[in-house]
């Protein structure tokens, strides 16, 4: 079984300061953990992905997320948030012989001028 | 063109039509897949296909069925809509090379509404 919980349904921030949300995760297997965003009236991207090599996982649009078994996070930051980056943002773990994807409920995240 | 498309984009119809949502790709990936999105809850899987011959159950199938035409084509029916069946419709596809690690490639989605 897995799970994925987002901290936060929504997160704000102002242009040009950092930008964090928050995943944690649940699963019997060696997970792989994605994140996608959702831009209004789109499908989903892939902004980036883990699949147990680096821990660090760089992504698109300066995006990146870390991964910590520890705490069974995998947490998605940003230096510097753009206008642009206002979007939903899915955590989501794949894992088992299914390849099923289990998605997070989504942050909301606005970017504040 | 895109790689996964979906018709129609938007569809309004009313409770008890019969509904079919049909996704193409050309990305020659075997397994497909349709979810539904709700506020606040995500995406969730429907149904699943790894080919042709193979059609697997998702977390909520109740109420939908599908049909895998082939390789490249995989639709979704609802035989009796209810106005509860109204969400986004995603259609996505993943490429068994890279083991149950693959990752997913999504199509734009399906507005549904049930009068």
């Known amino acids: 079984a897995q799970s994925v919980t987002q901290l936060d349904s929504h997160v704000s921030v102002s242009e040009g300061t950092p930008v964090l949300l928050r995943c944690n995760y649940s699963?019997?297997?060696?997970?792989?953990l994605f994140w996608y965003v959702q831009h209004p009236n789109k499908g989903l991207q892939l902004l980036l992905k883990?699949?147990?090599?680096?821990?660090l996982v760089k992504g698109i649009n300066g995006f990146e997320a870390e991964f910590k078994k520890s705490e069974t996070s995998f947490h998605l930051t940003k230096p510097s948030a753009h206008m642009s980056d206002a979007a939903e943002y899915f955590c989501?773990?794949?894992?088992?012989?299914?390849?099923?994807?289990?998605f997070g409920s989504g942050t909301q995240l606005t970017v504040l001028p | 063109d895109a790689d996964v498309t979906q018709t129609p984009r938007n569809r309004i119809t009313k409770t008890g039509k019969r509904i079919m949502l049909e996704c193409s790709q050309t990305?020659?990936?075997?397994?497909m897949y349709w979810y539904r999105q709700d506020p606040g809850l995500g995406l969730r899987l429907i149904y699943y296909?790894?080919?042709?011959?193979?059609?697997n159950k998702g977390e909520i199938s109740d109420g939908y069925s599908v049909s895998r035409q082939a390789q490249a084509k995989f639709s979704l029916s609802l035989e009796s809509a209810i106005p509860n069946q109204t969400a986004l419709y995603f259609c996505?596809?993943?490429?068994?090379?890279?083991?149950?690690?693959?990752?997913?490639?999504f199509g734009p989605g399906t507005r549904l509404t049930v009068l």
């Open positions: 296909s790894f080919d042709v011959k193979d059609i």
């Open positions: 996505a596809t993943s490429d068994p090379a890279g083991g149950f690690r693959d990752t997913q490639y």
């Open positions: 990305k020659g990936h075997d397994r």
């Open positions: 989501v773990v794949s894992g088992g012989s299914a390849r099923q994807l289990t």
């Open positions: 883990y699949t147990s090599a680096a821990t």
């Open positions: 699963s019997s297997y060696s997970p792989s």
